[in-house]
């Protein structure tokens, strides 16, 4: 099974600072078809998760456009460029390559 | 837009199975995966498996194998997880999602807590 590992665990940003979660996969998550199955989740407090960034790189629908996800093979980053009170919960990266496996989660707070 | 709506919380005792369906709406149920992914109380989230609605095709994370079941009726746009010889390790909420392929969950359901208690 791939594992995925992420830094760190929790985060306490101030409003309009900017802040970076890594991600680190067990082998690399480039498909032979050029993709990269690597994608990002925000589970606010008391909801269900929702996408932010899908295929390393590609922002969901409606998602802020201070989120970019960045990264290839093995390292990959997730950044706000200038944090909000709604970014308050806890991020997860998930990996798509061979089934699907997530890491253990990274709690933001402010 | 795509909607998942899931059936309501449930109480077991250990060694009971437990069906949770999940209906879609809002898209083609074929053209998407229907995921399972499940949270235990103050824990992380951790994927049980997936459907292929077209297929029928199923893959299942290796710690379920042999006691978690998906299928699909295509009539209602309904997917179904079936968990069997339930223990306390159990207890968690819920999730389907759907996804392109086995990749970006965009639409959620809203969870359904299960809870395995003698």
């Known amino acids: 099974d791939i594992v995925m590992t992420q830094s760190p665990l929790s985060l306490t940003v101030t409003p309009g600072e900017p802040a970076s979660i890594s991600c680190r996969a067990s082998q690399s998550l480039l498909h032979r078809n050029g993709y990269t199955y690597l994608d990002w989740y925000l589970q606010k407090p008391g909801q269900s998760p929702q996408l932010l960034i899908y295929l390393g790189s590609d922002r969901a629908s409606g998602a802020p456009d201070r989120f970019r996800g960045s990264g290839s093979g093995t390292d990959f980053t997730l950044q706000i460029s200038r944090v909000e009170a709604e970014d308050v919960g806890v991020y997860y990266c998930m990996q798509g390559l061979q089934s699907n496996t997530f890491g253990q989660g990274t709690k933001l707070e402010i | 837009q795509a909607q998942l709506v899931q059936s309501g919380a449930e109480v077991k005792r250990p060694g009971a199975s437990v069906r949770v369906s999940c209906k879609a709406s809002?898209?083609?149920?074929?053209?998407?995966?229907i995921h399972w992914v499940r949270q235990a109380p103050g824990q992380g989230l951790e994927w049980v498996g997936w459907i292929n609605p077209k297929s029928g095709g199923v893959n299942y994370a290796q710690k379920f194998h042999g006691r978690v079941t998906v299928t699909r009726d295509t009539s209602i746009n309904t997917v179904y997880m079936d968990l069997t010889s339930l223990t306390s390790d159990d207890t968690a909420i819920y999730h389907c999602?759907?996804?392109?392929?086995?990749?970006?969950?965009?639409?959620w359901g809203q969870g359904t807590l299960v809870t395995v208690s003698s």
């Open positions: 999602a759907r996804g392109t392929g086995t990749t970006e969950f965009d639409a």
């Open positions: 809002g898209y083609t149920f074929t053209s998407y995966y």
